[in-house]
């Protein structure tokens, strides 16, 4: 129990110096929280009167941010799920299969949405097709290796009773590991959709389109009052889809 307790001191005091480090590598300081009024003045003084005529057109970049999400996520679920099969120990018939389809998903994760989106940019053109392929080629890498690790814990009764009754390999995978999977695949799914239209903002900062795209103008030429629209009409997706994907979640799964 001693040797315990040490222990965890010992975590505690690594996290502590972690944190120390951290804060002297960033020029963190406790006395800069005490400019938040900056922030204020700001906000009061230059997003106000709030340029509502620019309403239709932010509500339509608003769709365009939602069908990036929606389209790069639900690619990207459509070519992870079965790919990911091949990336769980239990059902990827081979070592040198696992391996590979674990470090090819490891290397799509690995670069961020961003960078997939500078790349895109350069090669179809400024748009909103460039930040689709960006997040559809990331969310494999991540939802790969989310749904392979729900394989792997699936229960093994329904697959030992799939051979027992002489299926195949695939289809004894098919009828008795998805169905068990299916609710965590979906909330899984639900979960970087959400994630995938805040990082649709992030691309329309390099010509992905979008509302992002417009935020980003705005702050280049000063409009501080369409800034104050942009971010209202952000706060409104996200709410909506967020309601949304909670009402889904609670009648699926």
Not at 7 to 12: E, L, M
Not at 136 to 143: A, D, F, K
Not at 177 to 194: C, G, H
């Amino acid at each position: 129990m001693v040797w315990f307790r040490k222990r965890y001191i010992v975590y505690v005091l690594l996290i502590i110096l972690a944190c120390w480090w951290s804060m002297y590598m960033t020029g963190f300081e406790w006395s800069k929280l005490t400019q938040f009024g900056n922030i204020y003045e700001m906000v009061t003084t230059r997003f106000f009167p709030i340029e509502w005529s620019l309403f239709p057109s932010m509500a339509y970049h608003s769709l365009v941010t939602l069908a990036v999400a929606f389209l790069g996520s639900i690619i990207a679920l459509v070519i992870a799920l079965p790919f990911s099969f091949f990336a769980a120990q239990n059902t990827s018939g081979s070592i040198a299969t696992y391996w590979a389809s674990r470090s090819f998903l490891s290397g799509l994760r690995s670069i961020p949405e961003i960078v997939f989106g500078l790349i895109f940019v350069t090669a179809f053109g400024l748009g909103p097709f460039a930040a689709v392929i960006a997040i559809v080629l990331h969310n494999i890498g991540v939802l790969g290796k989310l749904i392979s690790e729900l394989i792997e814990s699936a229960d093994t009764g329904p697959q030992e009773a799939m051979r027992s009754v002489g299926a195949t390999r695939w289809v004894g995978h098919l009828f008795s590991i998805l169905p068990q999977i299916w609710p965590n695949v979906l909330s899984q799914y639900f979960y970087r959709f959400e994630v995938a239209i805040r990082t649709s903002l992030i691309l329309g900062f390099i010509g992905g389109g979008g509302i992002g795209q417009q935020l980003f103008n705005h702050f280049q030429s000063f409009r501080y009052t369409a800034v104050a629209l942009d971010i209202i009409c952000i706060m409104i997706l996200v709410i909506l889809v967020d309601f949304i994907g909670g009402r889904i979640r609670a009648r699926v799964i």
